[in-house]
C-alpha cells in the first residue's frame, strides 16, 4: 500500500503503463448485461481512446453512435456521423435529428497548431467546452438522455496544472500556447461538470462524471505533442488502457455524480492551491456558456 502511495504521487508511474497494471489488479471485469442492448454516443470516435470505447461498447452489445469531423476508418462507419463540434449551430440540429441515449462520452479533443476562433472564441474553448456543453444541454432539454443515464466528459490530467483562465478563450492569439490552451479547456469542463451535477442531477438522475485517461499513445499525441511523445512512448496507454473507466462508469448504473475519476477510481479534482478558482471565476464561465447557449438556441 506505502509503495503504491508513492508510485501514484510520482505521477510518471501512475499516469503511466505501469500505473495502469497495478490499478487494474482491483478492477471487477465488464460484463455484457450492464451495457447490453443500451444506445451510447462518444464523440471524437474516429480515432484513439474514442474509437477505443466505441469498440469495447459494441463487443459487449451496446449500441454506439460516434461523431467526427472525418471518418478514418471503415471498420465502424454505419455508426458514424459527421460532426465539427466547433459548428454550433450543426451541433443543435445533431441534437435536435438524434434519437435518445443512455450515456454519452464527450470525448473529442485536439491541439491545434495555430491559434484560430470560431464564433468568437477559441478552436479548443470553441469545441471541447461550448460544443460539448451545447450538446449535452439540447439532449437533455430535449429529453434524449435517458433518465439515470451516465454522462463522461474526457478531461486531462494536464489540468491539474492550471486553474480556469478566461483570457484565453477570445481575443488570445498572442498568448497562445497549444498545451497551455488545452488544459485551460480541460480545466473548464471540470467546473462545467460540477455545475450540471448540481443543478439537473436530482431531477433527472443522470450522472455526470469527468475522468482522465493517463498518458495514452493516440496519434493526437504524436502529432501535438511529440517531445512528449518520444520522452514517455515506451510507458504510453494503450488507448483501451485509457478508455476502460469511460467505459466502465457507462455500465455502472449508480455512480456518484459530480465526480472527478482516474482508473475507476474518485480523485481530486485540485491538487494545488493555486489552480483552484474562485466563486466568481466559476460562475462567469457557468454564464457565459449558458447565455451563449441560449443565444444559439433562439438562431
Known amino acids: 500500500m506505502i509503495v503504491n502511495s508513492i508510485l501514484d504521487k510520482s505521477i510518471y508511474f501512475s499516469f503511466d503503463q505501469s500505473g495502469y497494471h497495478r490499478h487494474a489488479k482491483k478492477f471487477a471485469p465488464i460484463t455484457s448485461e450492464s451495457l447490453s442492448g443500451k444506445r451510447f454516443l462518444v464523440t471524437g470516435g474516429t480515432s484513439g481512446i474514442g474509437e477505443s470505447i466505441v469498440k469495447n461498447l459494441l463487443c459487449f452489445g451496446a449500441e454506439a453512435l460516434f461523431t467526427g469531423r472525418t471518418l478514418k476508418s471503415k471498420t465502424y462507419e454505419n455508426q458514424f456521423v459527421a460532426l465539427d463540434l466547433c459548428c454550433h449551430d450543426k451541433v443543435i440540429e445533431f441534437a435536435q435529428k438524434s434519437e435518445t441515449f443512455d450515456g454519452i462520452v464527450l470525448n ?98 443522470i450522472c455526470f462524471s469527468v475522468m482522465h485517461p493517463g498518458w495514452v499513445d493516440t496519434s493526437g499525441v504524436r502529432d501535438a505533442i511529440p517531445g512528449f511523445f518520444n520522452f514517455t512512448k515506451n510507458r504510453l496507454r494503450t488507448p483501451d488502457q485509457g478508455g476502460d473507466t469511460a467505459v466502465w462508469l457507462l455500465s455502472h448504473g449508480k455512480n456518484p455524480s459530480g465526480k472527478f475519476w482516474f482508473d475507476r477510481k474518485i480523485q481530486k479534482k485540485v491538487v494545488f492551491p493555486w489552480t483552484k478558482n474562485s466563486v466568481l471565476e466559476r460562475e462567469q464561465l457557468i454564464e457565459l456558456c449558458e447565455n451563449y447557449y441560449h443565444s444559439i438556441c433562439q438562431n
Not at 129 to 136: D, E, K, R, S, T
Not at 154 to 183: C, P, Q, R, W
Open 108 to 205: 473529442a479533443g485536439g491541439m491545434p497548431t495555430e491559434y484560430s476562433e470560431h464564433h468568437g472564441y477559441e478552436a479548443q474553448f470553441a469545441s471541447q467546452v461550448l460544443g460539448h456543453f451545447i450538446l449535452l444541454r439540447k439532449l437533455m432539454e430535449l429529453g434524449k438522455l435517458n433518465r439515470g443515464a451516465q454522462v463522461v466528459w474526457m478531461s486531462s490530467g494536464g489540468m491539474y496544472m492550471v486553474k480556469y483562465n478566461h483570457s484565453l478563450i477570445t481575443n488570445a492569439s498572442e498568448k497562445y500556447d497549444k498545451v497551455g490552451f488545452y488544459a485551460n479547456a480541460k480545466r473548464a469542463q471540470i467546473i462545467l461538470n460540477d455545475y450540471l451535477h448540481q443543478t439537473y442531477h436530482s431531477k433527472s438522475d
